[in-house]
């Protein structure tokens, strides 16, 4: 801390090489000097004294007066020298007489006056203070000074030493007394010089506490990022007071009624600050302390009306305004004074120096590419190694960043986080980042104020730093101002720069090329063109008309010539003209575009990509106009064949139908409608007659036997309504549509299984004539089926019993109906009897046929005699009431379409079709009888509640 302390108070190092004379003749008098002198010599000449042998070295280690005088003769006019050499020759030639006349000079108040300003020259002196103005306040000794001189309050006192400050810095020294004893004045210390607390130490002083009186001091910084700090240290030494600093944020502009807001002193950018007094939100006529920090910034074009804004608006008349800056061009000087009243001027070293803590370089690297790998070369190999690692700590700062970002940046880089900085000069000023220490100017500075604030970054509070410049061939003519800047501070240049013509003090800003790697944006470039282009078109509307002359804009990758204006025309017709051909411009390269993208969409067209997917899209064509054709033939050939198959369907009804009219079973008589229905009762009758002798023969049969048993008493009762033959049975078994050779044996079969309808379709479809005498023979035939089965028992026996029959009788009746009919014996084929055997059995054979045929002839009688004994007429009537009423269950109904009960509906639909055609009474038909063809058909469909509907 103690080295850091020394080095903090750089800016007071004797100059020595300078007073190099004045050294030789205090040594040629310290012996002379009694210890009484020395005694009385301030505490700032008994640090000279120690440092004498060292700086005897330094003068006889002197290069050359000539150099001497050169520095001196560089250094500024400051008043402070002047009082300073003064007052020494009046030292040198005074002490003699102050020997003689020790009294007198005590009692004489001019003389007493001079003393102490001689003391005060020799503290200035000693801390490199310099002064210019009337009564300038002495330099402050210690801190502790503050409050026995000017009544400070404790609190700052103890913050003072809270903050390590054991004496204060040498702007701080002289600039507090000058502000405390209500002085205004303007102060260029070294960067990092302490400028900070030497403006708000007095401030706070003097305000006392705090006031709800409004705003009572303003301190500008140019750069939100300074204002803040300001703010943070000032802050730092209100610490125990009431008092209220305030930074002026955005918010705080937009919804604070400064009215009522407790501020006593109030830091801004004058931007912010302009704005509210614009908008009439602030009021700064009590200020009482009015700072601009950076002031040389301030004073500059961009911020001038802000600040005169400001100025104006604190109008206080008793204000004390105060400029601070580690560069003080003589024209912000200028300025100052103009605005000023009564104001000290204060130097701290050298005017405009950079800080001398820290080491200046200058790097040659040719080009802007040559930056990169110088700065890999000026970088320790450690940062460089740091730097190549994905994790790489770098923040950046620059002035399109938003507040937030900016903040953001300044904040890491101040707690450590980020570990290189890129910024632009927006915290160039002020910035107060104790860890620094290396500022390396990858950008060239475009002033030697720029670069002292720059590198001012580093070597602060007495630390030591570095700085490294790199320059191009182009920053070569403006080598020369910086490298001023260093011989002045105590570096090296090399001797060839400042063998360089010097240039005024201005501005250096070279155009440069983009160092980026990364392909640029677009979107950028074509903005940057714009607002290029935009201010060409400014420029044609401008007073300079002769520019325009010879210039011409390049717009959209094309440069548009001026026409070439004439002197005497008027602006308005230049600006027209300029417009107009731009206008033209832009339609020709508008239309250039378009055929550019016809040539583009050509070229795309001829492209393999297009061809291929063109190929492609007309392959699926043509395989779906093959598909679409296919379908069409297929349907035409589909339609073809319904038509033929209409056609052959139609054909073949017509055929069927002919076949029916012309064929046997179908009446086509011209008889009229009751004839044909008084045949068909005719029919029936002769049915029902057959019928009658059946049943009147089996059951004569029985009675005869002795041994009657009814097989089915319903059947044979002719009281039962349902006795008989059904209705369609009957008509069944008139089928005229079928030949009687078709009749299905099934018929047969289903009949056996019903009990009340025993008699088959089959049985009746044999004609009237033959009907008795085929159940004659089937009766014939059932008698000896059992006999068959049991041949050789029948035959064993010989002699056939009455008993015997009626018992093989009811056997048969118990016995299959097929085995039944089937019981004719077949002839064996390869198992025949030899001739001897027949020889044998012939008369046994013949013996049984003649009982057989004996027996049979009885049987015939019988039959016949119970034929002629047949039941009375009106019997049948009744029969016929009975059968005709009963409903038509889904049996019958499958019988009249002649399909099966559980036959699909298609099929029901086509076997009514077929029935009707052949029963239609269009064709003659019974009526009734289709009425219940469509019946049976709506049964079988389901729809049995439609009774007898017509066709
Ligand atoms: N009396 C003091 N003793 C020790 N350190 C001090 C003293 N006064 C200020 N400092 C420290 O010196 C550093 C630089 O101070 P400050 O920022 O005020 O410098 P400055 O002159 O304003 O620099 P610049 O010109 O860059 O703005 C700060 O860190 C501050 O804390």
Redesign the pocket.
Known sequence: MERS?NF?FGGTNFNRKKFAPDFAKFKNRKEDDDEDHNKKVSFFEQEEEEEEPEQEKLVSSSSSSKKRKRKSANSEPVEGFDVFKSSKKSRSKGKEVEQDTKDETLENPKKELYRRMEQDSLSRKQYNIHVSGENVPPPLKSFTELSSRYGCKKYILRN?AE???????P??RQAIPILLSGRECFAC??????????FICPMLIKLKRHSSDGIRAVILSPARELAAQTAR?GKKLIKGSKFNIRLMTKPLVKTADFSKLQCDVLISTPMRLKRAIKAKKIDLSKVEYLVL??SDKLFEQSMLKQIDGVVKACSNPSIIRSL???TLPDSVEELARSIMHDAVRVIIGRKNTASETVKQKLVFTGTEEGKLLALRQSFAQQLYDELKCEDIRVGVIHSDLPPGERENAVDSFRAGETWVLIATDVIA????F?GINCVINYDFPDSASAYI?RI??SG???RSGEAITFYTEEDVPFLRNIANTMTSSGCEVPSWILTLKKKKWKKHRPKRDSISTRPKDKREEEMVKKAKWLKNVKKAFSQDLKKLKHKSVEYQNSEISYPVLVASSRREDAAAIFIQSIFRGHLARRESQGMRRLARLKLLMEGSVVQRQAAHTLKCMQTLTRLQSQIRSRRIRMSEENQARHKQLLHKHAKELGGLKSGGNWNDSNQSKEQIEAGLLNKYEATMRRERALAYAFTHQQNLKGNMRSGNTMFMDPSNPTWGWSWLERWMADKPWESSEKVPSKNEKSSSSEKNRKHSIARSAVSDDEGLASSTARRRNTVPAKPTRGKQKAQSSSGVSAANTATTEENNEKAPIKKRVSTAPKPRKSSAPPNSILKKVAPILAGVAVAAAAYAGKYGIEAWQAFKARPPRPKLRKFYEGGFQAAMTRREAALILGVRESVAAEKVKEAHRRVMVANHPDAGGSHYLASKINEAKDMMLGKSESYGSPF
Do not use: V
């Open positions: 302390a903090l003072l903050l390590g400050f054991k004496e204060p810095t702007i701080q210390a070294p960067t990092g010089s302490g400028k900070t607390f030497a240290e920090d950076e601070f800056s580690a000023r002020g910035m107060d104790k604030h001012g970054r602060r509070a007495g």
